[in-house]
């Protein structure tokens, strides 16, 4: 895609602004349909399964919101500027599927998603070291009660800092936008379902072999009340590898899916 030099900053600030709602909408719409469907219209259905029964603190929403879309700003600026490297040819992004194959489609998925958890695990905790927690990573912490809104509520430097992993992957590993876009997705739903502060997986579900290795609402939620364990993003390898998982995790998961039947 050849962009004539003249046409530059207007294109910048289209794909900026395009981003920019995409995103919004996106974190609209996924967090808000699970803020009706559990905290809104079912609430009562899905009491027993709350992780934390105290109430949430005033304004804490709002205060949510207000910092997930300054969060949606970077993410948009660090979107568009990963489109421009693109355009540039310095990026690994490939769009002819031969190229390298439908068995490369999975495995260049599963390849970024683990760099980025491994990315994640190590940033998170480097974040909880005093001064830098005191700096950046307290701001998502004021949520001590997680929401769906708590998603994307950050520190400006935290979502930077969030925001850079995949135009970095992007730049090594070839992927195909429909695989970004699929990454992208997961990302989303697994924000929000692992700050849902409900336990929606079934019981049992953290002895799976599939569901022991997977993040919810629970395993993170005891993150943002005990501070020093559960600091994994999808996976719950590292946290188990580096010994980092609460030893409340398996209590308060079947406490919290046992307690009463959906």
């Known amino acids: 895609m050849f962009i004539p030099d003249v046409l530059q900053p207007l294109w910048f600030m289209i794909t900026f602004v395009a981003f920019f709602a995409i995103i919004v909408g996106r974190y609209f719409l996924v967090s808000g349909l699970f803020y009706l ?3 809104a219209w079912f609430p009562a259905k899905f009491k027993q399964r709350k992780i934390s029964k105290k109430p949430y603190s005033p304004r804490q929403f709002k205060r949510e919101i207000s910092r997930s879309l300054v969060t949606a700003l970077i993410f948009a600026l660090i979107g568009t500027i990963m489109i421009l490297l693109w355009e540039k040819g310095y990026t690994a992004i490939y769009t002819d599927i031969s190229k390298y194959g439908l068995w ?10 683990l760099i980025d958890e491994t990315y994640y695990y190590w940033m998170h905790r480097l974040l909880h070291k005093p001064k830098l927690f005191k700096l950046i990573h307290k701001v998502h912490h004021q949520s001590n009660i997680t929401s769906p809104w708590t998603a994307f509520s950050f520190h400006p430097l ?3 800092l969030l925001s850079v992993s995949l135009p ?3 730049m090594m590993v070839p992927m195909h936008p429909v695989m970004i876009l699929l990454q992208l997705t997961f990302m989303t739903f ?10 929606i997986y079934p019981a049992r579900f953290h002895k799976h072999i599939l569901g022991r290795w997977l993040i919810g609402a629970t395993h993170h939620g005891l993150h943002h009340k005990q501070f020093k364990y559960n600091f994994g993003l ?3 390898f590292w946290d188990k590898w580096k010994k980092t998982e609460s030893p409340l995790f398996d ?3 079947e406490s919290a899916t ?5």
């Open 37 to 39: 469907i559990f905290y």
């Open 104 to 113: 490369w489609l999975p495995a260049s998925l599963i390849l970024s998603m």
């Open 158 to 160: 935290e979502g930077l």
């Open 168 to 170: 970095v992957i992007l």
């Open 190 to 199: 697994s924000s929000v379902v692992n700050h849902l502060d409900i336990e």
């Open 234 to 236: 999808y996976f719950t």
């Open 251 to 253: 209590e308060t998961f």
């Open 258 to 262: 046992t307690a009463k039947p959906y």
